[in-house]
């Protein structure tokens, strides 16, 4: 397997599990990954948080932990990367609203490199106006939004993936073994344990 370099855009509130475990994940495996944050350097932190399934209507939440970038934001350019993550949570929710982020979003589309997105992070998908004729998934609150970006809700279980070319999006953290396997089978990493 050869290493590539990838990078994940993250903010404060972004999910805990949908931060650390791919991160983690994709070092465990021998790739790089650079974390970034818009206004934020390599060193600082952003604070996540827990959402858990326990029977409501909706997720419930709670503080995470610090979790500690390793890269600026402003230097973050499309071409120095093979593959970008995006994390769920509430971060995708205001971070669609910074251009610069948009604009690296599109990039990573455009070059038709690897875009890995989780939950909520279709938000920032459907705001890079990307999802066109594309089949997404996403935490299900999002699925209004991945429809009015053009794309087609991919509705499957809370633990499976979406492969869509350069796409692979999962509705949630339990998706994790599923989302982070297809994301390495579409980065051509693939391992076998």
Known sequence: MSAKKILMITGDYAEDYETMVPFQTLLAVG????????DKNAGDTVATAIHDFEGDQTYSEKRGHNFALNADFATARAENYDALVIPGGRAPEYLRLNEDVIRLVRDFHAANKPIAAVCHGAQLLAAADIIKGRKVSAYPACAP??????????DIAID???????????PAWPAHPKWMAAFLK???TEINL
């Open 31 to 38: 790739h790089h990954v650079d974390a970034v944050c818009p």
């Open 186 to 188: 579409v980065l051509g």
């Open 145 to 154: 939004e991945v429809k009015l970006g053009g794309g087609t809700y991919a």
């Open 160 to 170: 499976d993936a979406c492969i869509d070319g350069n796409l692979v999006t999962a």
